[in-house]
């Protein structure tokens, strides 16, 4: 396992996936979507879980406005403003990070930490990284206060 990624670090590279608005998996770099902006990046352990889709997730959608206000980058998709959904399938990028979580034990694999990163420039300034199930220190109201 990596080093879990601190307050300091430089954002490694990685590759992550999306969909774009005709539904065509386009790969990205980390770098290219941050280098040389303020950004916020978040995991969730379980896209369908109680705390990830009614909580983390909205949290950050709903606060979008706010965080653009302070400097957050923000680029716009349809019906979703300002969040950028993006896939690390393999867990790879999540790794980079050293934030991988096993549940493989409970038969849910390797995933991601819940988690969410102010980076600026591709420096990390702010990392709120939860432990087991807990929520907190990963919220959109979380990476505000830092702002």
Known sequence: MAPTIAVGDSLPDG?????????????VSIHSL????KVVLFGVP????PTCSMKHVP???????????KGVWAKTYPENKHVKFLADGSAAYTH?????LDLTDKGLGVRSRRFALL???????????ESGGEFNVSSADDILKAL
Do not use: P, R
């Open 119 to 129: 980076v600026d420039d591709l420096k990390v300034k702010v990392a709120g990284v």
């Open 15 to 27: 590759t992550v996936s999306y969909f774009d608005e005709n539904d065509q998996k386009l790969d």
């Open 96 to 100: 980079a990070l050293g934030l991988e």
């Open 59 to 69: 949290g950050f959608i709903e606060k979008a406005e706010e965080l653009k206000s």
């Open 46 to 49: 379980g896209a369908f879980t």
């Open 34 to 37: 941050a280098a040389g902006k």
